[in-house]
């Protein structure tokens, strides 16, 4: 399995990036936990909107998936909003599929900082794409633990 590791100013420039890529305000973010908190709450700095979290897993570790994302964390329903779902990758794309159907019943759009061409669903919005596990600088330590764990 390929790596690659982001930093933190290459965080924030791709979050300034996708922020320029919105091309209609949302009436709220709604940033997937756990990845997509960091990018979440910087497009919210950035757009001025209001954020919100909805909590899904869906990998138990490196390449260890549940077999469906599952809510973790759910928030207030949401009617006829403007919403824009954020997560850090678009990797299988399921835990996107998971949110577009949590919060069926708005105008939804998704942006994701990297996206997979693998993915089941593109995202309206991304900045890089990849084929590499990314370690964000958010989840280092996990990462680490994770790939002690596995002997690697």
């Known amino acids: 399995m390929k790596f690659e590791k982001i930093g933190w100013n ?74 824009l779902i954020v997560d850090d990758v678009a990797d299988s794309g399921k835990s996107l599929v998971a949110a577009m159907e949590y919060l069926k019943g708005n105008e939804l759009k998704a942006a994701t900082l990297h996206y997979k061409r693998s993915s089941e669903y593109r995202p309206d919005y991304f900045v890089g794409t990849t084929d590499a596990w990314i370690i964000y600088p958010w989840e280092i330590n996990e990462i680490e633990r994770l790939l002690k764990s596995n002997g690697l």
């Open 10 to 83: 290459e965080i924030a420039e791709d979050c300034k990036k996708l922020a320029k890529m919105v091309d209609d305000k949302p009436d709220l973010i709604v940033g997937l936990s756990r990845g997509g908190l960091v990018p979440a709450r910087i497009l919210s700095d950035i757009l001025d909107t209001k954020m919100l979290v909805l909590g899904i897993r869906f990998y138990k570790g490196i390449g260890e998936k549940e077999e469906n994302p599952v809510i973790t964390q759910e928030m207030p329903k949401i009617q006829g909003k403007k919403i």
